[in-house]
Antibody, heavy 118, light 111 residues
Framework: EVQLVESGGGLVQPGGSLRLSCAAS????????MTWVRQAPGKGLEWVAN????????YYVDSLRGRFTISRDNAKNSLYLQMSSLRAEDTAVYYC???????????WGQGTLVTVSS | QSGLTQPASVSGSPGQSITISCTGS?????????VCWYQQHPGKAPKLLIY???NRPSGVPNRFSGSKSGNTASLTISGLQAEDEAHYYC???????????FGAGTKLTVL
């Protein structure tokens, strides 16, 4: 059974940093692109970033490029999102997602809530 | 960047059929077969419902169907059931730097 379990969310002050983690199991992790998608409270879904199977290619939504960094450790079956210079508008549930060719998101974690507030 | 356009809400009675539209452009829906639909119940993660316009993952009932015409994709739910009450989001591959674009979501109410 495919499982994606996020961790690392919490309350952080504006300008602060946070690192999200996602532990994957139930599939061959290094065979898949992985993605982060976020959802602000009461709002829709927003694609954040994705990463190639071997970590060689990374893509980000324009508005976040330079503040967020996606990475992975295939030996640990783990995906990460390093977030810095956080703003109130980054408050959201962040989902770890397995990606198929064509930007098809077939498995989602339960999400981790990041709250940016003073 | 602008997202795909969905109606904010739709409703139907049990047993009826409803259709949710999702309108984009030639840079996304109109140009590619990679249109997806996701179902999200309150407090839960989204679930893939339809991929590549009209394909259902294993386990998704055939009451859910997808189609596309030009720059508009559609999700049809037939034989509405109470458990179908949820938010539905469309997405599409796009040839912009965003790589993928979502609709704002449609809240389905089963009366």
């Amino acid at each position: 059974e495919v499982q994606l379990v996020e961790s690392g969310g919490g309350l952080v002050q504006p300008g602060g940093s946070l690192r999200l983690s996602c532990a994957a199991s139930g599939f061959t992790f290094n065979n898949y692109y992985m993605t982060w998608v976020r959802q602000a409270p009461g709002k829709g879904l927003e694609w954040v970033a994705n990463i190639h199977q071997d970590g060689s290619e990374k893509y980000y939504v324009d508005s976040l490029r330079g503040r967020f960094t996606i990475s992975r450790d295939n030996a640990k079956n783990s995906l990460y999102l390093q977030m810095s210079s956080l703003r109130a508008e980054d408050t959201a549930v962040y989902y770890c997602v397995r990606e198929l060719p064509g930007r098809i998101f077939d498995y989602w974690g339960q999400g981790t809530l990041v709250t940016v507030s003073s | 960047q602008s997202g795909l356009t969905q109606p904010a809400s739709v409703s139907g009675s049990p047993g009826q059929s409803i259709t949710i539209s999702c309108t984009g452009s030639s840079s996304d829906i109109g140009g590619y077969k990679y249109v997806c639909w996701y179902q999200q119940h309150p407090g839960k993660a989204p679930k893939l419902l339809i991929y590549e316009v009209s394909n259902r993952p294993s386990g998704v009932p055939n009451r859910f169907s997808g189609s596309k015409s030009g720059n508009t994709a559609s999700l049809t739910i037939s034989g509405l059931q109470a458990e179908d009450e949820a938010h539905y989001y469309c997405s599409s591959y796009t040839n912009t730097f965003t790589l993928v674009v979502f609709g704002a979501g449609t809240k389905l109410t089963v009366l």
